[in-house]
């Protein structure tokens, strides 16, 4: 059998696939023979109609081995020695078909004719099947262009072998091929002409079919091979174990790969870095900006700033130039990953710019879809490169080429044994992190010797996260809840969008052979002006749950077989719908980038070494839904504030391994459940009790990883209060919201009021009376353990809303409250309070928080003050009191020990914080 079946003699070919005459032998590896006799011996056995996983990893041989199956079943026989299929198809995701694939399929090949590669037309793959073709090899996307024209082939098995099956079976390209390759036969012909059905019964039957070409065929058998298994991959085609695990049928391991040496381990030599730097604002003006959009686009334009590219570039060249060009008996090339083509195009502008500073003799390449336009000029990858886009590939094996700059190309699929350094800045997760990186893995030996992989934009633990469900095997471990889908279709009918009647109709039209496209619009038209009149965050979570219902029902429809109709029907409603509801209108206020400048800049390297990981069975978790698809509230802040809270996360002053130990410290106390239950329903004071507990156990646990950190936050008083009220004010932002606040009632820490000027008794502007109100609780929580006051909410907890104030706008609304605290308390007590707008019932609630003050805050307000220079107010229970000039002097002597201030003999003067 191994002399038969396996071994063979082939004669090399060159680039250009014309034969050397150079000839070897072929032998198989342990796995690959395994592997082909396991799957052929189970389909023997059972026949047509059966799912295998196949997870072998890169390096595993993989195109001999779809070689080696292919061939011995398309020559397979049961025990009663009748054929088991009658054509194997193999499949390729890749548009252009894999080269290595189709030529080891025809090196096997020992009888003339048996394989037929596709690789032009679909009329070419209507015609192999058509004819019988025991071999053809195709690509996916040939499938539904032709399953219209050919329908069903009566009586025919076929046997399926999927390349990177993750990527190829899903959603309607797999409907349309079984359909093509779908059994029929003489029986079912006779009972579709039997009778005249009612147009219901027809339009069931109808439905009824399309379900079945999603399920499990018994006339088809698919061989799925991938070395990263997906979730819905694993439950489509993998064993169900006795635990209800799911897990591949064969397995060969990137950690046994790696230790054959088939592989490189490209996380041998792993090194990270994190960029720390500081904006400033560049206009007289602080307009008020959505935070989370603002806040994306300033970091937005860190990312993009030329400064910033040409600090990584020129870490890149240098690194390159002293570590890497010597590599691979000097061939050494490396691969530049962007996060978006603009960053493409100016990381090509700044390397070209950078080689020719310093003289080396590389040159670069990039790789990009499409037309990008900067600065007033269009960049193509073509136009950039200097010739053809198809071309890329080929001439970045010419030796003077040495970096490789990509966006969304060349990630996977990518085969240059030469690539040996990897230089990231992309956010990367999952399956799309281990192909990304595993471009770098291909042996060539005895000069390759290892790798190298410089990450910008990742943490050694996310990458570690994302490659150990594949070090082993990949398990599933349950299949997933059908009841997700019905849950959906309740949520969905629960909008005033659609009804049964609806679906009813358009179903008709859908399932009707004469039905034009036109029809189809004109049904769903009255859906689409009802969800028009929905509410901004309505569409949003109805357009959310669509989708979560058309690809769950795609998928499970694989998986088991629905007796529903009514599933079916709203799948097909949905598919549509979904194409004509208009996308969010999320836009970007684009002119921030105008206002702010970058102050400065700097990269440090925050690791380096070998990324190790666990030896046991990854397990990943199956598809599960939303309850809702809910829009996060937008918060309008002030520019400035947006960009102090981007340098305290980005630049503060300290030491960038302070700032790594303060967002360590930050992610421990975010994951503490007990904390987050304090905080979202006990008044400041009551959470600070919590909080000091938590932190103080987080101090201790920094003393081996950051020593310098603990002894200044330990020795330094001021210091460590500093740190605990930053991280403080840093947790309470992240989990304070009004609702939860209101509910928990008026105290010591929070008091609410209706308006900030306007008198709702008297209906007129009271800003002597009113305003005074709001000004004493904000100086009265500075000047003791600070809180929230809550302006647009009545003393007994009900929504009266800040638009009561009669202005125009929540801007214009900030801009009044800043406006009076500057007026009333000085100019620096703005910089202890932290407002920000929340939607609660439908109207607008401003959330003042108030920072402890380091000094001491006097009032002084349009003549109300009793005492020339300023009232003095703290917070006594859930009151604001006012304290006489004695009481002021001792408490401030108490509270602020070591203020003074010029001039002062008696009493306080007008003054700020």
């Known amino acids: 059998d191994l002399v038969r079946q396996f071994i063979h003699e082939v004669e090399e ?27 052929v011996a189970d389909a023997r056995a059972t026949g047509a109609g059966q799912r295998y996983l196949i997870q072998h990893s890169a390096g595993s041989g993989k195109s001999f081995t779809i070689a080696w199956l292919a061939h011995q079943l398309s020559v397979l026989h049961d025990a009663g020695d009748r054929r088991v299929f009658d054509s194997i198809v193999v499949i390729t995701d890749r548009r252009v078909l894999d080269r290595q694939l189709q030529t080891t399929m025809r090196q096997f090949e020992q009888t003339l004719g048996v394989v037929e590669n596709i690789d032009t037309t679909s009329r070419q793959l209507k015609d192999a099947l058509e004819s019988g073709k025991t071999i053809i090899v195709t690509t996916l996307q040939k499938f539904p262009v032709i399953a219209k024209e050919i329908g069903e082939l009566p009586g025919k098995r076929f046997a399926l072998i999927v390349d990177e099956a993750h990527s190829s079976q899903s959603g309607e390209s797999t409907k349309s091929l079984k359909a093509v390759l779908s059994s029929g036969s003489l029986e079912e012909a006779e009972t579709e002409e039997a009778g005249a059905a009612t147009p219901e019964e027809d339009l069931e039957s109808t439905i009824l079919s399309e379900m079945e070409k999603r399920g499990r065929l018994p006339n088809l058998s698919t061989f799925a091979f991938t070395a990263t298994p997906k979730p819905k991959t694993l439950e489509l085609f993998g064993t169900k174990r006795a635990d209800g695990k799911f897990a591949p049928f064969h397995l060969y391991s990137m950690r046994q790969a790696i230790e054959e040496g088939f592989i490189l381990d490209v996380l041998a030599n792993y090194a990270t870095y994190k960029a720390y730097w500081r904006l400033l604002k560049k206009v007289e003006d602080d307009p008020r900006y959505v935070k989370q959009k603002a806040e994306y686009l300033l970091k937005s334009f860190v990312e993009l700033h030329h400064h910033a590219i040409g600090e990584k570039v020129r870490i890149m060249v240098e690194h390159f130039a002293a570590k890497v060009q010597h590599e691979i008996s000097g061939r050494a090339k490396a691969m530049v990953v962007t996060r978006s083509r603009l960053h493409a195009v100016r990381y090509k502008l700044a390397m070209d710019k950078v080689l020719a500073e310093r003289g080396y003799p590389f040159k670069a390449l990039v790789a990009f879809s499409g037309t990008v336009q900067d600065g007033g000029q269009s960049y193509t990858e073509s136009g950039m490169n200097g010739f053809p886009e198809a071309q890329t590939a080929k001439t970045f094996e010419r030796p003077e080429y040495r970096f490789l700059v990509v966006a969304n190309k060349f990630q996977t699929g990518f085969d240059q044994p030469l690539l040996h350094t990897m230089y990231v800045d992309k956010k990367l997760g999952g399956v799309n992190a281990v192909q990304t990186l595993s471009r770098l893995n291909r042996t060539l030996p005895p000069e390759k010797k290892g790798t190298m992989v410089l990450d910008f934009a990742n943490e050694a633990d996310e990458i570690k996260a994302a490659f150990e469900p594949y070090y082993e095997t990949t398990l599933l471990s349950e299949a997933t809840d059908p009841n997700l889908l019905y849950e959906i279709q309740t949520r969905l009918g629960a909008f005033p969008v659609y009804g049964a009647a609806d679906v009813e109709a358009f179903a008709k039209v859908y399932f009707d052979p004469k039905a034009t496209q036109d029809r189809l619009y004109v049904a769903l038209a009255p859906v689409v002006e009802r969800f028009g009149a929905l509410s901004e965050e309505e569409q949003h979570d109805f357009r959310g749950q669509l989708t979560d219902y058309v690809r769950l029902y795609a998928f499970l429809a694989q998986v088991l077989t629905f007796a529903d109709a009514d599933l079916e029907k709203l799948y097909v409603f949905a598919r549509h719908l979904r194409r004509l509801l208009p996308a969010d209108r999320a836009e970007l206020p684009r002119e921030v980038q105008q206002n702010i400048d970058m102050e400065s800049y700097r990269i440090q390297q925050t690791g380096s070494g070998k990324i190790a990981l666990e030896r046991r069975p990854g397990v990943l978790d199956p598809v599960s839904t939303k309850q809702g698809h809910s829009v996060s509230p937008e918060e309008l802040e002030t520019l400035s504030r947006i960009i102090a809270e981007l340098n305290e996360r980005f630049g503060l002053n300290l030491g960038p391994e302070h700032r790594v130990t303060l967002g360590q410290m930050m992610e421990k106390l975010a994951d503490d459940a007990a904390l987050d239950a304090a905080a979202r329903v006990n008044t400041r004071e009551n959470v600070r009790l919590t909080f000091d507990q938590k932190v103080e156990h987080v101090i201790q646990e920094i003393v081996d990883s950051n020593f310098d950190l603990y002894k200044r936050i330990t020795d330094d008083r001021a210091f460590g209060e500093a740190i605990k009220n930053f991280l403080l004010d840093q947790y ?39 305003t005074h109100a709001v000004l004493k609780t904000i100086a009265a929580f500075l000047n003791t353990e600070g809180g929230d006051l809550l302006i647009g909410v009545a003393d007994d907890g009900s929504i009266v809303g800040i638009e009561r104030d009669q202005l125009e706008s929540d801007d214009k609304f900030m801009r009044h409250l800043a406006q009076v605290v500057r007026n009333g308390l000085g100019d620096r007590a703005g910089t202890c309070m932290d407002p920000k707008c929340q939607i609660v019932q439908g109207k607008t609630v401003c959330v003042v928080s108030c920072q402890r003050s380091q000094e001491p805050v006097f009032l002084k307000w349009k003549g ?7 009232d003095f107010f703290v917070r006594s229970g859930p009151g604001t009191v006012k304290l006489s000039s004695e009481s002021a002097r001792e408490y401030i002597r108490t509270r602020f020990p070591g203020f003074t201030r010029e001039g002062e003999a008696d009493g306080p003067s007008k003054g700020a914080v």
Not at 13 to 34: N, V
Not at 732 to 747: Q, T, V
């Open 13 to 39: 070919e060159d680039e250009k696939g014309r034969k050397t005459g150079k000839r070897f032998l072929i032998f198989p590896r342990y796995q690959q023979l395994d592997c082909v006799r396991r799957l």
């Open 864 to 870: 109300v003050e009793a005492v020339p220079d300023g």
């Open 732 to 770: 309470l932002r992240a989990h304070r919201n009004a609702e939860e606040l209101i509910k928990a009632g008026e105290s010591k820490t929070l008091e609410f009021k209706s308006t900030l000027r306007w008198s709702l008794k008297e209906d007129r502007q009271d800003d002597k009376g009113v």
